[in-house]
């Protein structure tokens, strides 16, 4: 299990998310709330876009944690961007702590990142990997799930280098999920998966909040919506804003004490920020 | 604040000190009970000692957490050594997580570390380097509060590079205590300084638990003594021997929850293991 | 294209091998002399038998260079080994550096490097793995073809767990080379594939040295058989010994400038190492 | 001896200078043509001002070679800007490769690097140390001549944290050179350093090409100033500009085979680009 978070809107200065608010993401880094584990120190990795480049996002990962990492710090002070992707990992039992395995996961334009895990994965992976293009079979270069599933997402799209709409975004994400919960059925997995994904091309963003076993809890997930993400004397807000938001923040867990700036998003849910800064937030139907 | 272990006896593997235990020190490195923070994911460092091929003993330390360390973990299923050093480290608010400042410290056959630290150590580091012969000037790598109390230390010897008896190492941990406390003085500094010191020049082992403020507790600090510490079905334990000792642990938390095996170093005294394994408890006098 | 060497005999200081002579490992990792690029700057690693403490190997792997990693430089001053192998990196194009790419691989008592390529790897990746047992397919944790051919190479051993005849180890590596070229063949893949591997289990070595394109000439290999290697006086020497040597050393390049320690493996041929230290070269029939 | 660039003009992307050249500063990490020894490949550091957002620049550094750095390579496809200093280096023998001896090195508003050594540094670091302010000794992280001459360097200006003329800046830098052969002539040192140092404060950027011994070459160091530097369809230019230019590249080595677009910086002269990106070339006087 992991903490991340999804920024959406207006450019936001990187170290307002990951450094500046009382429950920052590298504060999550040490000290997460919303899990029983507050330990995220397995590394880290953040994603951004700079359209005014190109499409493509920029990526940065390290294997150490981000509590300590100078080049991160610095590069948070720097760096503002429209969307931004950022991961803090707690490595699953048994799984190698390798810049390769370091969320998020990019591939052309797209960002993926996964707080969860994809119960008995080693008894899926081969069934998953043959279902892959070539290109996509050799692109994945680590062993975690998520990368995996990743994979399977960019194959459930026609032309992954294309421009998308949200709903066929939507469709691939569920079908994915619904993917992969049927090769565990197939594998006799009885474990529950727990599906926290986030994915972006840059215009469109989706995360979901999703275990397979109605019996347990999905990992935490809330957002925050409004004109302005701003810290300021110290102090981190949501600024109020109208129906077309100007910032959009998706996270594992509040970056603030402000209660009333956080919405959670329901168990078996998915939210999804459209290229306009739209908010839905709806079931995550056809997933089973 | 940071927590670490000291080994001296019959060579001992080190995985049976650094994985197998239930309180194992990397267990320590991201669930410490003895101290308020648990986490010391900031690096680590192991030093031993290889009789048989040289004096001088090996070093092996990385800013990576140790919990995450695949060549730790492997190098602690091969190394088996006399005398033992490790460390986990949590640094010190605006200390830099660099490899020079990974702990134990090595020079010629010295190795030493520090869990604590030295108030307004900024304060000091001017007239505390004024006071180092030109070579250890030079010696110094890095930033931390505890390489600069080693240079001291070894300023204190005649002859670093020569044979010590316990007595005089005793004595120059003492005064080198006792010197930083004299700067501490000189620069008015009214926070409480924590010297939990761990030396070794392979044959005798010296650890203080000391803090120079009496209002203050220093940092935890045990010892288990006997005839052999043996980790076997998953069970580890310290083996009861005779008066001679022959495996003697140094550690800032019990390894294990055999209580019976673990003794506390009371505040405001060293520990000493002779050459000969003779292990003596003393008040650190002469510090102030 | 990279360098190794593989030791095998009475033990022996790593030191020896990879730093003190002239034409060291470790020198090879910036001034290889007997390949047209001299750099083999991405990545090291070492592993190295201690078959008093178990027969699982020992590995330590880093993506920094070898010629500057003081951790390297303090272990091969401490570590003696009766059976050592150790690579320095050249990543072939396209190849991410990562730890878990790193030469030696290790699988139980198992340890494989190469040094080469195989020639269109990624048009027989897949046909690769589907040939392999689950648990060798879950096994493989990076992406060079190097460590995918080590696993063809367990997957062609009944019992990779149990003792090995080197006769059977011989048959096992010979068809794993007509495996990848029988691979090769059916992608219809034209360049050459340059096959210098090395494997032990501890007991026996074996290395080859082929490429499957008649016109092209394989990566350099050498040997040197005595009674012992020595480094006196920053002079290295293998010293003269008796048919059943005391001390193997096979090599991508000759360590030292004495001409008459080094033998050259012929093209095409394998050089193998038994328990007993007998050294046969031998033809790579049925290979192709 | 290393390599360096610094560019300054309208905003350039990173990859221009690193990347995409013939000779880019990645590809004289490896192959660097200038100095006889063509390997700079311990550890590599970016800086760059981003002035939309503060005066301060941000630093990107690294103990793994520039050439196989994923994370370099990534920003350097999405980081624009208008003043950037870049340095692969090649550590002076006996200088650890550690995160806080990477250039450039950065303090409060300035940038600071080095491409050469300083004589018998070991024998004037205390004197050195001696002459800093309480704050600049402390600011000190490692153990490089070079971090130590920007001390000097910041120890000359009168308020650091301050605007700076073009002169002023000039005459601190010429000021720390005469300084540092001080204090090697009264430590009696014979050998001689080389001085080629880049500084900026965002605003104006001065680089010398100085040895203090008239028998020996400093080494090289380029220049290139036009309208704009451009990589198109796999060849960079330097785009001919007027008199007031708009790029400016001062490097140890030329990035191109376009021999008109590259000038030397002549021996014992310092090339100065003003923040009106006025270009004067002049004698060092008063440094001896």
Redesign the interface.
């Known amino acids: 299990m992991c903490r991340f978070l999804v920024y959406k809107g207006c450019p936001v ?1 990187m170290a307002d998310l990951l450094t500046r608010p009382n429950h920052s993401l590298i504060k999550q880094s ?1 000290a997460a709330e919303w899990r029983s584990e507050p ?1 995220n ?2 590394g880290f990795g953040v994603g951004w876009y ?1 359209p005014e ?2 499409p ?1 996002p ?8 981000a ?2 990492n ?2 991160l710090r ?2 948070a ?2 760096v ?1 961007a429209p969307c931004l992707f950022a991961h803090v990992r707690a ?1 699953s039992s048994g799984m ?5 395995n370091c969320h998020p996961f990019q591939c052309g334009r797209w960002l993926w990142m996964h707080n969860g895990l994809i119960a008995g994965f ?1 008894r899926i ?2 069934r998953l ?1 043959e279902s892959l293009t ?1 290109s996509l ?2 692109f ?4 975690t799930d998520s990368e995996h599933a990743f994979a399977v997402f960019l194959n459930q799209l026609e032309d992954p280098a294309g421009a998308q709409t949200p709903d066929r975004l939507r469709r691939a994400l569920v079908d994915t999920i619904a993917q992969l919960n049927a090769w565990g059925r197939e594998a006799d997995i009885r474990e529950p998966s727990y599906y926290n994904f986030a994915v972006s091309d840059g215009e469109t963003v989706i995360a979901t909040r999703y275990v397979n076993d109605p019996a347990c809890r999905p990992a935490s997930l809330f957002f925050s919506a409004g004109a302005k993400f701003e810290c300021r004397e110290g102090m981190c807000r949501m600024l109020p804003g109208a129906r077309h938001e100007h910032a959009v923040i998706v996270s594992s867990e509040p970056l603030t004490d402000v209660e009333e700036d956080w919405q959670v998003v329901p168990a078996g849910h998915l939210i999804e920020v459209t290229p306009e800064l739209e908010v839905n937030v709806t079931a995550l139907d056809g997933a089973t």
Chains 1, 2, 3, 4 share one sequence.
Not at 58 to 65: A, D, E, Q, Y
Not at 140 to 143: A, I, K, L, R, S
């Open positions: 200065l040490y330990l120190g397995d700079a480049i190109d493509v920029c990526l940065f990962t390290s294997i150490t944690p509590w300590s100078q080049n610095h590069l002070e720097k503002l490595a190698l702590v390798s810049e390769v080693n992976r081969r990997r070539d079979y050799n994945v270069q680590g062993t």
